[in-house]
């Protein structure tokens, strides 16, 4: 006799539990879509942290940016990359997520990029518990576009 499969959770649900909300989809500033799917696999485009179609904050992180401010960006990040994957196949398709890249554009001397993305990557915890767990980069780079603090890219797995 075999047992019928658990249920698959509502992502959906959860984020409703953490009383988080997605915003709407980030219009792409360049040629680009936000997301793309191949096969099982949900790559997005690097997300900014945009509020409204508007960045929450430029600078460079270390200098005119703290850690804990970027951090919150970086969660913001996160959340409009989730957004993108809802929008492209709904995010209660998703099973894990496999790979968080985020890109701290960084003061001369500032060596705390791990600390920045932990943003997102604490945000991915408390949504997916154990299917948010996830490789990752966290990379120092001189420019992000706009003048945006942080980036973020996801993949995804669907089910």
């Not at 191949?38 to 270390?62: A, E, H, Y």
């Not at 003061?107 to 997102?120: D, L």
């Not at 980036?151 to 669907?158: A, D, P, S």
């Amino acid at each position: 006799m075999t047992t019928p499969a658990a249920a698959a959770p509502s992502w959906h649900a959860r984020l409703v539990e953490l009383g988080i909300r997605l915003p709407a989809v980030a219009a792409p500033v360049a040629a680009y879509v936000p997301a793309v799917r191949t096969g099982s696999l949900v790559f997005t485009s690097g997300q900014l942290p945009f509020v409204d179609g508007g960045l929450r904050r430029t600078g460079k992180v270390g200098g005119s940016v703290d850690v804990e401010a970027a951090a919150a960006d970086a969660k913001l990040c996160a959340l409009n990359a989730l957004a993108a994957i809802d929008e492209l196949v709904g995010l209660d398709s998703v099973a894990r997520v496999v790979r968080v890249v985020g890109y701290v554009a960084s003061a001369e001397g500032f060596t705390g990029q791990p600390r920045v993305v932990n943003g997102a990557s604490e945000l991915l915890g408390r949504i997916f518990g154990e299917a948010g767990q996830h490789a990752r980069s966290a990379v120092g780079v001189a420019e992000l576009p706009l003048g945006a603090p942080v980036e973020v890219e996801l993949t995804v797995e669907l089910r």
